[in-house]
């Protein structure tokens, strides 16, 4: 599976790493990022020297695919009709700001990485065995968050 890394993919405020000395620049997200930026960007967030401690980087980010999810309509398909809307208000809740960042989430603007699709499979298992559930769909992404 190959996705490459574009400048475009970059989220706004992704933090930027030039650390050429790096031994996990390769591997690294942020430096990759940082590769693309163009030459008349002057600023911006970046990764300071001060991340590097005792061998390892604060805040290193593999530079991998991971499988990213959107939409919750399947999540509940299989649910009896008075468990849905609480299942519903529960995944709803993990947003923490109302219903706009879940409808975006629904609508595949936003897209879940794996670590958040477990949490929601935990809300989930509250109500129904998780076996077989999904999300609508998936893609192939880098995990900037």
Known sequence: MEKI????????????????????????????????????????????????????????????????????????RNLPRHLKTEARECVMSYFSGGCGPYYRYHHGENKLSPSQQEDIMNIMSKFCSTEGLSFDRYEWDYDFT
């Open 5 to 76: 890394l574009e400048l475009k993919m970059i989220p706004w405020g992704y933090e930027i790493c030039f650390n050429n000395d790096c031994q996990l620049r390769e591997k690294c997200l942020h430096y990759q990022a940082g590769l693309l930026m163009p030459s008349d960007r002057l600023s911006g967030p970046a990764v300071y020297p001060a991340a590097w401690k005792d061998g390892q980087c604060q805040r290193f980010r593999e530079y991998k695919l991971v499988r990213k999810a959107w939409g919750f309509n399947k999540l509940y």
